[in-house]
């Protein structure tokens, strides 16, 4: 069975600095996506960036980044020019190529951003 | 844009009540989930649908039931509602394998 792993519970970070939160993931599977979503207090969960891993190219979004390294297994989100809204609960993903289309939630890590 | 919209924002219900959960979404999407959030936990699958009157079990779907007589419509049921069911829930759709989930803004169920 899969599993995500974020080690991180909280991080901080000062505004206008940039910022990387981790998430590791277990699988047999050579095909599947890998996604970043965040939840703000409003609760409702946004997508960030999603991964294909037969990309080798990482994925980028305006400020936000990913270091897909598929060996390692290891997909990080990096987060440049941090502002107050990006302050959040942010959780990796992992969902399967072809199953069921189940996602595969960690455990998330709180972000603070400081003036 | 989509909307998944989740009929409360707070719930506070009595142990042995059957609580509903319900959810709408507006985009004719076929498939729809049930994921409960805990903190230390991150999100669990409960329960998901794939079309009307279809069900799938998720990781965690003890104590909970599902039901999907309209497409737009997906509701959560806890027959017997337990203090452990105390939890935030959370709706999500989408349209098929290729396309991105969107998410409810949650219930955050209280059980006393």
């Known amino acids: 069975a899969q599993t995500v792993t974020q080690s991180q519970p909280e991080m901080s970070v000062q505004e206008a600095e940039t910022v990387t939160l981790s998430c590791t993931y277990d699988?047999?599977?050579?095909?599947?996506?890998l996604f970043w979503y965040k939840q703000p207090p409003s609760r409702q969960m946004i997508l960030v960036i999603r991964?294909?891993?037969?990309?080798?190219q990482n994925a980028t979004e305006n400020r936000f980044s990913v270091n897909f390294q598929k060996a390692a297994k290891s997909f990080s989100l990096k987060i440049s020019d941090s502002q107050l809204g990006d302050a959040a609960m942010y959780f990796c993903?992992?969902?399967?190529?072809?199953?069921?289309?189940?996602?595969?939630f960690g455990t998330g890590t709180r972000l603070q951003v400081f003036p | 844009d989509v909307k998944v919209t989740q009929s409360s924002r707070y719930l506070v219900k009595r142990t042995g009540e059957k609580v509903f959960l319900e959810c709408v979404q507006d985009m004719d999407h076929e498939n729809m989930f049930w994921y409960r959030q805990d903190p230390g936990l991150g999100l669990r699958l409960i329960y998901f649908s794939y079309d009307v009157k279809m069900k799938e079990k998720g990781d965690i779907p003890e104590g909970y039931s599902v039901s999907r007589e309209k497409k737009e419509r997906f509701s959560l049921i806890l027959e017997s509602a337990s203090t452990n069911q105390t939890s935030m829930y959370l709706c999500?759709?989408?349209?098929?394998?290729?396309?991105?989930?969107?998410f409810g803004s949650g219930t955050r169920l209280t059980v006393v």
């Open positions: 993903a992992y969902r399967s190529w072809d199953n069921t289309d189940k996602l595969i």
């Open positions: 699988t047999s599977e050579s095909d599947y996506y």
């Open positions: 991964q294909e891993a037969y990309k080798q």
């Open positions: 999500a759709s989408r349209r098929g394998l290729n396309y991105g989930y969107t």
